[in-house]
Every structure is written in structure tokens, then in C-alpha cells.
């Protein structure tokens, strides 16, 4: 086995599982899955798709909430042990620039990333059609809504955790306004998280039973010693409707629109209940990672049928190796 580097912080305090004796994936499932259930606040009726980053004594996270008139929208939650969770009863409330109240119609599939000083939350909400918000926040106290990235019709967007040639860079999936049944991922760049451009495709579909309908992003890109770890989800069609499941693949350091290596295996796909089962019957949907720079050690968030958060493990090691040696 390689000896992968982490170029991240130490976060011993992350929540963790050893991988079961037999167990030989390279990623494994929490035994206490899911960690977050159904109505988990009043007029919520799910919480899924979510993403959560360290944040002082402990972890904090934006939560896509299902409310129980049927409209998503994104809700604050805090934790000690990345696990078990406390919510915010209110949505969160966006303002523009000038401190004037700018909440989007809806919103949800929310990303968290920190770069520098800074975090950001990226969902995907209404612009005329489906699209990327964007907003910053440095005390999780007010979120200032940004300039949309980019025109209708696009999701699932994540930004890389540090300027890549001191530009900004954030992964999308432009695609139509429906639940669209094709898409790929693309790479943006901005120098001021304003005004983008510099577009590259990334990657899309492949042959690959798991993903050979689209591909989006995940959780945000991880830097390692071997090149951006990222964890991406992929979907297939069947008679019963889409299979979402989780892949890996690892990009080029300083050009991350190069693919160097893409897992043909899926990483983890639908077999638990709260993954089968549920408002949306399987899927497994990135959406955030904890990892630790001493250990190796990474936690992987995932929203699970669009009804629960499930959380995996794995480490750089486990898992780099793993793609290289399974890369097509």
C-alpha cells in the first residue's frame, strides 16, 4: 500500500469506524446509519444531501430540509462529534450585499466549503430554471448572497477548498430544468468569486453499468500528495426509475480538468434499507467529507433516498490505491 498524504489540517476529534475484518470495499458504512432521520425538526420532514465542515470546538453543517409543504430549503446545524446533530428551527436567512433580506424561492443540495478565511455555501435553487446560488459567510451568523455563477440550467456545484493558480475554481453540471436524464461535469475559474469563465469539461458518462447515464459532483475535491481526490456521484437508469451511486476519481494538482485516474468500480451504491428506501428509492449522494492530515482518515456524508444522512469511511491510502488500480 502507497503512503498517500493529506494536505489538510489535523482533525483527530472526526468521527470514525475501523473497517470491519470482513470487510474488503474500500469504503465502509457506519454501524449506526443513518445518523440523521426523518422529521428531524418541526415542519421538516427530511434532512438529506447535506454537507458539514469543522468549525471551532466542533462541526457545523448546512442541511438540505425537506419542509412539510413539500418546498426545500437549507437549515443550520451543530454538532460536538460530527453524529448527532442540533438544527436551527428557521431557515436560514440570506441577505445581499447591503443587508436587505434575498432568500431564493428554494433551495437545496447545499455544499460547504471553507477557502481561506472564508466559507461558502453553493445549492442549486430557482434562476429561471434550475441554477447555482451562492452565498459566504465568516460566523455562520449572516450568509451574504453572491452574483449566480452562472445561467440557467445548472447544479451541483462545489468549489475546490483553496485557489487553484490563484483563481477560484468550482465544479457544475450544467443540464436542463427537469430531472434531467443526461449531464457531465464541468470546471469553472474566477478570480473574484464574481465573474466566471475559463469552462472545461471534466468528465461525463461512461460505459460503466453505475454512471453511464450522468455524472455530478460531490463532496469538495480533496488535496492529497497523488493529486485532487474527488468523490463524485454517478446514476444509471432502470425499469424502476435512477440508481445514484458514489465513485472516485483523482485529478491533476495544478490543472484539475485533467482526469489522471476514474474508477470504473462504483465506491458504494445502494444496498442498506435507508438507502433503498425511501422518498426516492436508491441513491447515495455525496455531499461532504471530514478528514484528518495526521491519520489519513476520511468521513464521507451522503445522502441516502432523499429521506436520511448516512456516513462512511475510508482512508487516503485505501481508497487512491484503489482507484489507480481500478482505473479505466
Same mark, same amino acid.
Given at each position: 500500500?502507497?503512503?498517500?498524504?493529506? %494536505?489538510?489540517?489535523?482533525?483527530?476529534?472526526? &468521527? *470514525? +469506524?475501523?473497517?470491519? +475484518?470482513?470487510?474488503?470495499?474500500?469504503? *465502509?458504512?457506519?454501524?449506526?446509519?443513518?445518523?440523521?432521520?426523518?422529521?428531524?425538526?418541526?415542519?421538516?420532514?427530511?434532512?438529506?444531501?447535506?454537507?458539514?465542515? &469543522?468549525?471551532?470546538?466542533?462541526?457545523?453543517?448546512?442541511?438540505?430540509?425537506? +419542509? !412539510?409543504?413539500?418546498?426545500?430549503?437549507?437549515?443550520?446545524?451543530?454538532?460536538?462529534?460530527?453524529?448527532?446533530?442540533?438544527?436551527?428551527?428557521?431557515? %436560514?436567512?440570506?441577505?445581499?450585499?447591503?443587508?436587505?433580506?434575498? +432568500?431564493?424561492?428554494?433551495?437545496?443540495?447545499?455544499? @460547504?466549503?471553507?477557502?481561506?478565511?472564508?466559507?461558502?455555501?453553493?445549492?442549486?435553487?430557482?434562476?429561471?430554471?434550475?441554477?447555482?446560488?451562492?452565498?459566504?459567510?465568516?460566523?455562520?451568523?449572516?450568509?451574504?448572497?453572491?452574483?449566480?455563477?452562472? %445561467?440557467?440550467?445548472?447544479?451541483? /456545484?462545489?468549489?475546490?477548498?483553496?485557489?487553484?493558480?490563484?483563481?477560484?475554481?468550482?465544479?457544475?453540471?450544467?443540464?436542463?430544468?427537469?430531472?434531467? &436524464?443526461?449531464?457531465?461535469?464541468?470546471?469553472?475559474?474566477?478570480?473574484?468569486?464574481?465573474? *466566471?469563465?475559463?469552462?472545461?469539461?471534466?468528465?461525463?458518462?461512461?460505459?460503466?453499468?453505475?454512471?453511464?447515464?450522468?455524472?455530478?459532483?460531490?463532496? /469538495?475535491? %480533496?488535496? !492529497?500528495?497523488?493529486?485532487? @481526490?474527488?468523490?463524485?456521484?454517478?446514476? !444509471?437508469? !432502470?425499469?424502476?426509475?435512477?440508481?445514484?451511486?458514489?465513485?472516485?476519481?483523482?485529478?491533476?494538482?495544478?490543472? &484539475?480538468?485533467?482526469?489522471?485516474?476514474?474508477?470504473?468500480?462504483?465506491?458504494?451504491?445502494?444496498?442498506?434499507?435507508?438507502?433503498?428506501?425511501?422518498?426516492?428509492?436508491?441513491?447515495?449522494?455525496?455531499?461532504?467529507?471530514?478528514?484528518?492530515?495526521?491519520?489519513?482518515?476520511?468521513?464521507?456524508?451522503?445522502?441516502?433516498?432523499?429521506?436520511?444522512?448516512?456516513?462512511?469511511?475510508?482512508? /487516503?491510502?485505501?481508497?487512491?490505491?484503489?482507484?489507480? /488500480?481500478?482505473?479505466?
Amino acid at each position: 500500500m502507497s503512503n498517500v498524504k493529506l %494536505i489538510c489540517p489535523s482533525l483527530p476529534g472526526m &468521527p *470514525w +469506524q475501523d473497517r470491519p +475484518q470482513d470487510c474488503a470495499a474500500p469504503v *465502509w458504512r457506519y454501524s449506526e446509519n443513518p445518523v440523521i432521520g426523518r422529521n428531524p425538526i418541526p415542519e421538516v420532514a427530511r434532512i438529506f444531501n447535506s454537507a458539514v465542515a &469543522p468549525y471551532e470546538d466542533g462541526y457545523i453543517g448546512v442541511f438540505r430540509g425537506e +419542509q !412539510t409543504n413539500g418546498v426545500p430549503y437549507i437549515y443550520l446545524g451543530r454538532s460536538a462529534d460530527g453524529v448527532k446533530w442540533d438544527f436551527e428551527r428557521s431557515k %436560514i436567512n440570506f441577505v445581499d450585499r447591503n443587508g436587505n433580506p434575498a +432568500q431564493p424561492v428554494y433551495a437545496y443540495d447545499p455544499r @460547504l466549503v471553507k477557502v481561506e478565511d472564508t466559507y461558502y455555501a453553493m445549492w442549486c435553487q430557482d434562476f429561471h430554471g434550475a441554477s447555482i446560488g451562492l452565498a459566504e459567510t465568516k460566523d455562520f451568523k449572516t450568509f451574504t448572497r453572491l452574483e449566480n455563477p452562472f %445561467i440557467p440550467f445548472n447544479r451541483n /456545484a462545489v468549489l475546490f477548498p483553496r485557489k487553484i493558480n490563484g483563481m477560484y475554481v468550482m465544479l457544475s453540471r450544467p443540464s436542463d430544468s427537469g430531472h434531467t &436524464p443526461f449531464g457531465d461535469i464541468f470546471l469553472s475559474q474566477s478570480p473574484d468569486m464574481e465573474f *466566471w469563465g475559463r469552462h472545461c469539461h471534466v468528465m461525463g458518462k461512461s460505459g460503466n453499468w453505475w454512471e453511464n447515464l450522468k455524472v455530478g459532483g460531490g463532496a /469538495a475535491p %480533496i488535496e !492529497t500528495s497523488e493529486g485532487w @481526490l474527488l468523490f463524485y456521484h454517478g446514476v !444509471t437508469g !432502470t425499469c424502476n426509475g435512477y440508481v445514484y451511486s458514489i465513485g472516485g476519481a483523482i485529478l491533476n494538482i495544478d490543472d &484539475p480538468s485533467k482526469v489522471l485516474y476514474r474508477c470504473q468500480n462504483f465506491l458504494l451504491t445502494p444496498e442498506e434499507w435507508y438507502e433503498e428506501r425511501g422518498f426516492v428509492p436508491n441513491v447515495c449522494f455525496p455531499c461532504a467529507t471530514l478528514q484528518d492530515g495526521d491519520t489519513g482518515r476520511i468521513a464521507i456524508y451522503y445522502g441516502c433516498a432523499d429521506s436520511y444522512v448516512g456516513l462512511a469511511f475510508t482512508t /487516503a491510502d485505501t481508497v487512491v490505491d484503489y482507484i489507480k /488500480a481500478n482505473s479505466n
